[in-house]
């Protein structure tokens, strides 16, 4: 009942007596008060005495009586013994006081209104023994066509009331339910949002990451903890324009960053930010940051703010650090021994009789694995430098390829195995013509170990409008995809020359990498045509800046994938 609604409470019960029987008491009591002023003598008529006992009767029975207890349906009572109430009051005083019969309109109201459609034949039924009561009285039936209008026009009226009451009341029955489902819908929509928030920044402040979102204005949204650690190193706040710190510095640790070319105004001015590496607070707390940015957009394309995420790498940086040094160092200190080592083998060379064939033999050996040992320790030296510089001048690209072919082709013919060079031009092209030479010989040596023996090792060569392409393809065992994406990093050595124990430290391909990007330029991997392995490096036709871009396709049509 919205609003008789019976609560399981005494308050309940108390709210339900003063919403629909303290109404009807308070009009009772108007009526008793007019008939003791104008006409006190009929106060003393049995129906009036009995109507006032029934109305103070159901009162006590609305108020005391622990309805909540039973069901609510059976408090039509109380409105049934009001309606018998108003029946004496009119029947006796109708012709002193007409109004009397608007009690009747408190309890039917309750009826129509609090009670299922079934309760409205108490209404009418009330109704019409209000307008019957009289003519049981003088036990005498309507005898005019004016008197059984009398008799039937308020039930009539009562009934047509009670049906619009009864829809209204349905109707706000059912706003009200609806109201109640969506305040419970929003009140749970509440309760998962603040949820989901404590989820978001419950996770973001777990996170080694410092993650700040603006929104399309520049203004601070989010930031969880390590972004406010990392913003108060570099000296200053995320909230705060401009967003930038004095103690920044570039990726070599030395060159201050300007405010303007820091992260988040970089970020915030729409660059998209990617793998942007700085140093941040005092120099003897320095932390090393990788750091991304991008712009959020709707599904409608409208800017929704920026996203700024920075990784604390410095364990990582330091890592590398000490590798580098340690690479550096151990190179040092073996080229020092082998350089005497070399030395002394010269002197002992020509010491050694040109008859004696097993000293010349044991000679010979040792002289070549001294060649190995200095090739390996240059691979290390090599590994250890931090950067390439490259010195471009104008060649032949033909005769720097044939060159790095004829350097690696008495390794090809010890395992029966050719070198073919495909593609040979007279063109011209800027390189440096040692970095690249080593980096071909480099890839071709490589070929030549993975391949099967008695196998034919192709490098060819294409200069277009879109770069100078080179590739070198094999018909060994290939790489799997998982492969490709570790063949450039520095030690990696692949499954399969673990298990076949190919000789290498791993890191002759990065020094391959590492030379064509200082060119400003691209290399990657993929399958060749025989399903071995095909290296592609893709220079610029004129040296720029160092750039990565899309996969290539190899001269003679080898789709070369992307992968490093």
Not at 4 to 9: I, S
Not at 104 to 126: D, K, R, S
Not at 170 to 187: D, F, I, K, P
Not at 344 to 354: K, N
Request: proline residues 6%; neutral net charge.
């Amino acid at each position: 009942m919205p609003l008789f609604e019976l609560r399981r409470a005494r308050a309940g019960r108390i709210r339900v007596f003063v919403r629909a029987q303290l109404p009807f008491v308070i009009g009772t009591l108007i009526v008793i008060v007019a008939l003791v002023a104008g006409a006190p003598s009929s106060l003393s008529s049995p129906f009036v005495g009995a109507a006032v006992i029934l109305v103070i009767v159901a009162s006590m029975a609305g108020a005391l009586v622990p309805w909540e207890r039973l069901s609510p349906s059976w408090m039509i009572a109380i409105a049934v013994t009001d309606i018998v109430a108003v029946a004496l009051l009119r029947t006796e005083v109708v012709w002193l006081l007409p109004g009397v019969s608007m009690l009747a309109i408190f309890p039917i109201l309750w009826i129509a209104y609090g009670f299922p459609p079934v309760a409205f034949i108490a209404a009418v039924g009330g109704a019409a023994f209000m307008t019957s009561l009289p003519f049981i009285v003088r036990g005498s039936a309507p005898a005019t066509p004016l008197e059984w209008a009398n008799v039937l026009t308020l039930p009539g009226l009562i009934l047509a009331v009670a049906v619009v009451v009864n829809i209204a009341a349905q109707h706000l029955r059912r706003n009200g339910r609806r109201l109640r489902s969506s305040h419970e819908e929003r009140a749970h929509a509440l309760t998962q949002a603040h949820d989901n928030e404590l989820v978001l920044r419950t996770v973001l402040d777990t996170v080694r990451s410092g993650v700040a979102l603006y929104d399309d204005a520049g203004r601070l949204m989010l930031a969880n903890r390590t972004a406010e650690d990392l913003s108060r190193a570099m000296g200053f706040a995320l909230d705060v324009a401009p967003y930038a710190g004095d103690a920044v510095l570039a990726a070599d640790r030395v060159t201050p960053v300007p405010h303007h070319e820091q992260l988040i105004p970089r970020a915030l001015r729409g660059e998209r930010v990617s793998e942007a590496v700085e140093w941040v607070g005092p120099p003897t707390m320095q932390r090393a940051i990788l750091a991304d940015s991008d712009r959020v957009r709707r599904a409608d394309g409208t800017l929704l703010g920026t996203l700024v995420v920075a990784h604390d790498v410095t364990e990582m940086a330091d890592a590398a650090q000490i590798r580098h040094d340690f690479l550096r160092t151990v190179s040092h200190e073996l080229r020092t021994p082998l350089t005497s080592v070399t030395g002394y083998l010269d002197l002992l060379s020509e010491r050694v009789p040109s008859d004696d064939p097993a000293a010349t033999r044991y000679l010979s050996l040792v002289e070549r694995n001294v060649l190995v040992l200095t090739d390996r320790i240059n691979e290390l030296l090599a590994a250890a430098s931090t950067d390439t510089e490259v010195s471009p001048r104008p060649v032949t690209l033909s005769d720097l390829i044939a060159s790095a072919v004829r350097a690696v082709t008495p390794q090809a013919e010890r395992r029966g195995s050719s070198i073919q060079q495909i593609g040979a031009t007279d063109e011209r092209v800027v390189l440096d013509p040692v970095r690249i030479r080593q980096s071909l010989e480099e890839l071709l040596v490589n070929a030549v170990k993975f391949s099967p023996p008695a196998s034919a090792v192709v490098i060819g060569q294409r200069v277009d409008e879109t770069g100078i392409h080179i590739v070198v393809s094999d018909s060994g065992p290939g790489l799997t995809s998982l492969e490709r994406t570790r063949v450039f990093d520095p030690f990696y050595r692949t499954p399969y020359a673990l298990k076949h124990a190919i000789q290498g430290f791993g890191i002759g391909l990065s020094v391959v990498r590492n030379a064509v990007v200082a060119h400003g330029g691209r290399v990657r991997v993929g399958a060749s045509a025989s399903g071995g392995t095909a290296m592609a490096i893709v220079l610029p036709t004129a040296p720029h800046e160092r750039t990565l871009e899309a996969p290539v396709s190899s001269p003679g049509g080898t789709s070369v994938a992307t992968g490093e």
